[in-house]
């Protein structure tokens, strides 16, 4: 049986949102069980439309939900204990929960997650991993927001973090992983990204085939299976497909419906265009998994609505479900045991910063 928290009051719509989408995931799985933490008042008249998700969840009042433009540090301050979010991050510290669920204010769950969770022993910092539909069918982007700015060493971590999600999500065993840069040559790009490079390339890792680098277009192509990169780069490639993913829907719609030969042309190529939408849908690959914490986090998209939220729900069912820590824990100590000398050269460099 997996546990997932819930915190209902996240994201632009709360429990409006949230209710439906874990309802629609209780009608899909049948060997889940939901912690819902959230203001009662809001919570209840909702949960009772909804009789079987009732029937498989366990509902805490909370008198606090974490604003969506509340600062990280008032989030952690300003009665923490309380909130929505503090409780059900906790849930899984506490081993009550297999894995947590957000659509509130990323800033403020990954400061939360970080200060209950904690890093790993060996991860300096954690990475929001994202799944990004391409050509070849899906891959994952990391990091897409939670660490501005990463050198040699932090890149390693992510590209060991992401091939283990890309294992345990995907079933690829040895998945393809390619640094982001400004291009393919290894005499181009930020000395941190060349390093790493150098360094993943000696490394010569069982967990992942190192690519080389990878510039922007790759991602539509599916270049390689994990995509790596620090939080402002990576962040502003997924802000970037969303709105471009949109764009070209919105210009489809508008030109199918413009004349009456147009909507003739589409009902004949419906199914093409039925497959197109699927594939864009923004809703499907929602969610975005905390790596590299001593727990599973998945963040929603604050604006999404019930099916979207779904599918981050089972984002997390699935990392839970097919062992995700453990993956990343025996990849991570696997690294270290054959590759001292990198560990040795990441001291040093903590000890220059010193």
């Given at each position: 049986?997996?546990?997932?928290?819930?915190?209902?009051?996240?994201?632009?719509?709360?429990?409006?949102?949230?209710?439906?989408?874990?309802?629609?995931?209780?009608?899909?799985?049948?060997?889940?069980?939901?912690?819902?933490?959230?203001?009662?008042?809001?919570?209840?008249?909702?949960?009772?439309?909804?009789?079987?998700?009732?029937?498989?969840?366990?509902?805490?009042?909370?008198?606090?939900?974490?604003?969506?433009?509340?600062?990280?540090?008032?989030?952690?301050?300003?009665?923490?204990?309380?909130?929505?979010?503090?409780?059900?991050?906790?849930?899984?510290?506490?081993?009550?929960?297999?894995?947590?669920?957000?659509?509130?204010?990323?800033?403020?769950?990954?400061?939360?997650?970080?200060?209950?969770?904690?890093?790993?022993?060996?991860?300096?910092?954690?990475?929001?991993?994202?799944?990004?539909?391409?050509?070849?069918?899906?891959?994952?982007?990391?990091?897409?927001?939670?660490?501005?700015?990463?050198?040699?060493?932090?890149?390693?971590?992510?590209?060991?973090?992401?091939?283990?999600?890309?294992?345990?999500?995907?079933?690829?065993?040895r998945p393809t992983v390619g640094l982001l840069n400004?291009?393919?040559?290894?005499?181009?790009?930020?000395?941190e990204v060349k390093e790493a490079g150098q360094l993943?390339?000696?490394?010569?890792?069982?967990?992942?085939?190192?690519?080389?680098?990878?510039?922007?277009?790759?991602?539509?192509?599916?270049?390689?299976?994990?995509?790596?990169?620090?939080?402002?780069?990576?962040?502003?490639?997924?802000?970037?497909?969303?709105?471009?993913?949109?764009?070209?829907?919105?210009?489809?719609?508008?030109?199918?419906?413009?004349?009456?030969?147009?909507?003739?042309?589409?009902?004949?190529?419906?199914?093409?265009?039925?497959?197109?939408?699927?594939?864009?849908?923004?809703?499907?690959?929602?969610?975005?998994?905390?790596?590299?914490?001593?727990?599973?986090?998945?963040?929603?998209?604050?604006?999404?609505?019930?099916?979207?939220?779904?599918?981050?729900?089972?984002?997390?069912?699935?990392?839970?479900?097919?062992?995700?820590?453990?993956?990343?824990?025996?990849?991570?100590?696997?690294?270290?045991?054959?590759?001292?000398?990198?560990?040795?050269?990441?001291?040093?460099?903590?000890?220059?910063?010193?």
């Amino acid at each position: 049986m997996i546990r997932i928290s819930i915190d209902v009051m996240g994201g632009d719509h709360g429990p409006s949102v949230v209710i439906p989408g874990l309802a629609k995931v209780a009608e899909r799985r049948t060997d889940v069980r939901f912690l819902l933490y959230g203001k009662s008042e809001e919570v209840r008249p909702i949960l009772e439309k909804h009789p079987k998700l009732a029937a498989i969840s366990e509902f805490v009042h909370c008198d606090i939900a974490v604003r969506m433009d509340d600062k990280p540090s008032q989030a952690l301050r300003h009665g923490r204990w309380k909130s929505s979010m503090w409780k059900a991050v906790e849930a899984v510290k506490a081993g009550q929960a297999d894995c947590c669920i957000s659509a509130g204010n990323t800033g403020a769950l990954m400061a939360m997650s970080k200060f209950c969770l904690r890093t790993m022993v060996t991860i300096d910092r954690p990475a929001i991993a994202s799944i990004w539909p391409t050509m070849r069918g899906e891959s994952i982007v990391l990091d897409v927001g939670a660490t501005i700015g990463a050198d040699a060493h932090q890149l390693i971590d992510f590209a060991i973090l992401g091939a283990a999600m890309s294992r345990a999500l995907f079933g690829i065993n040895r998945p393809t992983v390619g640094l982001l840069n400004v291009g393919v040559e290894e005499i181009k790009g930020q000395e941190e990204v060349k390093e790493a490079g150098q360094l993943l390339r000696e490394a010569e890792l069982m967990s992942m085939s190192y690519h080389g680098f990878v510039e922007g277009d790759d991602f539509g192509k599916g270049t390689v299976d994990v995509f790596v990169t620090e939080g402002f780069a990576g962040n502003i490639a997924l802000k970037t497909a969303e709105g471009t993913a949109r764009f070209i829907g919105s210009l489809l719609r508008e030109a199918m419906g413009r004349t009456t030969m147009a909507k003739i042309g589409y009902m004949f190529a419906k199914r093409a265009f039925d497959r197109l939408r699927e594939k864009m849908d923004v809703r499907k690959s929602n969610g975005g998994v905390f790596l590299g914490l001593n727990g599973i986090v998945v963040k929603s998209h604050g604006g999404t609505d019930d099916e979207g939220f779904a599918a981050a729900v089972e984002l997390g069912y699935d990392m839970v479900r097919n062992g995700l820590l453990d993956r990343i824990e025996a990849d991570l100590d696997l690294f270290h045991a054959r590759h001292p000398k990198t560990m040795a050269a990441r001291a040093a460099a903590e000890d220059d910063k010193e």
